[in-house]
């Protein structure tokens, strides 16, 4: 597997030997924040760090030691029919004043396996809405160069205690996830509507896929399964996949109403999984009304920017990147370097945006900064100061007829976009123009206990494509993704 991409996708899979078919657990709820002290435990995916071909992950966060862990059910490649669970990760986090946890891994992913890290590994980061879900940018170990280098890859997780329980057909909201494999290839789906209905152990998938256009997917109906197995309740598509880990979707539907999968299809397959799209999704409970925009837009997020063709930065992967949203106004001097680029390629310049910000826009970016020591580094613990202000991402109009779904967003990324800053800007190739593009995407959003969920999708099949900054100044084509889970009050 390319190196990239072991690094940043999740081959999941089944082993039908692990698997017991348990009782069934609640529909989705409300979900009581949890007291100091409780661990609590997910379901991995959509897209996770490894470098072993791995079945099935979970983690669990234990807010009394303050200890995290990732464990796996993990092929071994000498002998592909043995599966055994193993701990993958471990580590320790600390809470930060940004309302991020820092964490120091212990014990890491690396291409020889998994071992211990002396001193322990900094630099990940996660975001935990307790008792519901994560957004973790765990990190990788490359031992094929010399000196070593620090990969990070993007993990969204969801509570699975318990299998879902919908007697009624219940509707959820998603984007797919960039496959960093597939990159290239043309979309079936950026995002859609799934109505999830569930008879005993089995769970069906009636699902809309759509691409940004907006344009209509195939719809499709699947059927796949939830087990109870070693590593908590998971849903897998289709039924007789269990053990077939290039077509196998695992998917994890929190009673939260976070919805979770790890798709990768491999192998020449030509599969699109339960969701229309052949990659990954992450996605909420639709709402039973119209979100409030207004709402929204003010509220304060933190969570991932995952662009899995970005450049390296010297020693830095900028794949994936602790970010936040909503510190900031449009008009604040923090955001003045993206207004003045977006304002000089509107109409003129090098005319990539087509389109200004309207109101309905969340300014923020990433925590991309220098350390004392002069190292570029991710750091959202605040010690740094805040967040970028390189990113704008206007909601456009709701969908009058699926709440929470805006399949007309548009991102902006202005000049001071990773590998450039506010001192260094970006100005296009071979000229001393300042740079700035827009592209369209599309934004689902929703409530988990009570937090705003925002999770977007651009694809580099839109017209124009979704394309970002290289280190010359040139541009990358590719599918952008931001996960965002609302700051607590």
């Given at each position: 597997?390319?190196?990239?991409?072991?690094?940043?996708?999740?081959?999941?899979?089944?082993?039908?030997?692990?698997?017991?078919?348990?009782?069934?657990?609640?529909?989705?709820?409300?979900?009581?924040?949890?007291?100091?002290?409780?661990?609590?435990?997910?379901?991995?995916?959509?897209?996770?760090?490894?470098?072993?071909?791995?079945?099935?992950?979970?983690?669990?966060?234990?807010?009394?030691?303050?200890?995290?862990?990732?464990?796996?059910?993990?092929?071994?490649?000498?002998?592909?029919?043995?599966?055994?669970?193993?701990?993958?990760?471990?580590?320790?986090?600390?809470?930060?004043?940004?309302?991020?946890?820092?964490?120091?891994?212990?014990?890491?992913?690396?291409?020889?396996?998994?071992?211990?890290?002396?001193?322990?590994?900094?630099?990940?980061?996660?975001?935990?809405?307790?008792?519901?879900?994560?957004?973790?940018?765990?990190?990788?170990?490359?031992?094929?160069?010399?000196?070593?280098?620090?990969?990070?890859?993007?993990?969204?997780?969801?509570?699975?205690?318990?299998?879902?329980?919908?007697?009624?057909?219940?509707?959820?909201?998603?984007?797919?996830?960039?496959?960093?494999?597939?990159?290239?290839?043309?979309?079936?789906?950026?995002?859609?509507?799934?109505?999830?209905?569930?008879?005993?152990?089995?769970?069906?998938?009636?699902?809309?896929?759509?691409?940004?256009?907006?344009?209509?997917?195939?719809?499709?109906?699947?059927?796949?399964?939830?087990?109870?197995?070693?590593?908590?309740?998971?849903?897998?598509?289709?039924?007789?996949?269990?053990?077939?880990?290039?077509?196998?979707?695992?998917?994890?539907?929190?009673?939260?109403?976070?919805?979770?999968?790890?798709?990768?299809?491999?192998?020449?397959?030509?599969?699109?999984?339960?969701?229309?799209?052949?990659?990954?999704?992450?996605?909420?409970?639709?709402?039973?009304?119209?979100?409030?925009?207004?709402?929204?837009?003010?509220?304060?997020?933190?969570?991932?920017?995952?662009?899995?063709?970005?450049?390296?930065?010297?020693?830095?992967?900028?794949?994936?990147?602790?970010?936040?949203?909503?510190?900031?106004?449009?008009?604040?001097?923090?955001?003045?370097?993206?207004?003045?680029?977006?304002?000089?390629?509107?109409?003129?310049?090098?005319?990539?945006?087509?389109?200004?910000?309207?109101?309905?826009?969340?300014?923020?970016?990433?925590?991309?900064?220098?350390?004392?020591?002069?190292?570029?580094?991710?750091?959202?613990?605040?010690?740094?100061?805040?967040?970028?202000?390189?990113?704008?991402?206007?909601?456009?109009?709701?969908?009058?007829?699926?709440?929470?779904?805006?399949?007309?967003?548009?991102?902006?990324?202005?000049?001071?976009?990773?590998?450039?800053?506010?001192?260094?800007?970006?100005?296009?190739?071979?000229?001393?123009?300042?740079?700035?593009?827009?592209?369209?995407?599309?934004?689902?959003?929703?409530?988990?206990?009570?937090?705003?969920?925002?999770?977007?999708?651009?694809?580099?099949?839109?017209?124009?494509?979704?394309?970002?900054?290289?280190d010359v100044g040139g541009l990358v084509q590719q599918p952008v993704g931001i996960y965002l889970f609302q700051k607590p009050q």
């Amino acid at each position: 597997m390319h190196e990239k991409a072991a690094l940043a996708v999740l081959s999941l899979g089944l082993c039908l030997a692990l698997l017991t078919f348990g009782g069934c657990g609640q529909t989705v709820a409300p979900v009581t924040t949890p007291a100091t002290g409780k661990v609590d435990t997910y379901f991995g995916g959509p897209f996770m760090v490894t470098i072993n071909p791995v079945n099935l992950s979970s983690s669990s966060f234990d807010h009394s030691a303050n200890q995290v862990g990732v464990s796996a059910v993990v092929t071994n490649p000498s002998n592909p029919s043995a599966v055994v669970p193993t701990q993958i990760l471990s580590g320790t986090f600390t809470p930060a004043e940004t309302g991020f946890l820092a964490v120091s891994e212990n014990f890491a992913t690396t291409n020889s396996g998994y071992g211990p890290q002396n001193p322990p590994l900094t630099g990940a980061w996660a975001v935990e809405i307790p008792g519901a879900g994560v957004l973790a940018n765990f990190l990788s170990v490359s031992t094929l160069t010399t000196p070593a280098t620090v990969s990070a890859g993007p993990s969204a997780m969801a509570d699975n205690t318990a299998c879902p329980i919908f007697p009624q057909q219940t509707s959820f909201l998603y984007v797919n996830v960039p496959n960093p494999d597939i990159i290239s290839s043309v979309d079936t789906s950026n995002y859609g509507l799934v109505g999830i209905v569930t008879q005993g152990s089995a769970v069906t998938f009636s699902s809309t896929p759509s691409v940004i256009g907006p344009l209509s997917g195939t719809p499709s109906t699947e059927t796949g399964g939830c087990s109870v197995s070693t590593l908590g309740a998971v849903t897998a598509y289709p039924l007789n996949s269990y053990g077939q880990v290039s077509n196998l979707e695992t998917i994890s539907i929190g009673k939260s109403g976070l919805l979770v999968s790890s798709f990768h299809s491999s192998g020449g397959t030509s599969a699109v999984g339960a969701f229309g799209g052949g990659n990954g999704v992450i996605g909420v409970q639709q709402p039973s009304a119209p979100v409030d925009e207004s709402v929204v837009v003010n509220a304060k997020y933190n969570g991932l920017i995952y662009a899995p063709a970005n450049t390296v930065v010297g020693p830095y992967d900028i794949t994936v990147l602790a970010s936040a949203f909503g510190n900031h106004a449009g008009n604040s001097p923090a955001c003045s370097a993206l207004q003045a680029s977006l304002l000089a390629n509107h109409g003129q310049g090098a005319g990539t945006v087509p389109a200004l910000p309207f109101d309905d826009t969340i300014y923020g970016g990433e925590f991309l900064t220098m350390d004392s020591s002069g190292n570029l580094v991710n750091d959202p613990s605040g010690q740094l100061g805040s967040e970028n202000c390189d990113v704008a991402i206007t909601l456009g109009i709701q969908d009058p007829s699926n709440p929470g779904m805006f399949p007309n967003a548009t991102i902006f990324i202005g000049s001071n976009y990773p590998p450039f800053s506010t001192s260094n800007p970006w100005n296009c190739f071979g000229t001393s123009s300042v740079c700035a593009v827009s592209f369209p995407a599309a934004a689902v959003v929703g409530q988990i206990q009570g937090q705003y969920v925002i999770f977007v999708a651009a694809s580099a099949n839109s017209n124009p494509p979704a394309q970002l900054p290289n280190d010359v100044g040139g541009l990358v084509q590719q599918p952008v993704g931001i996960y965002l889970f609302q700051k607590p009050q």
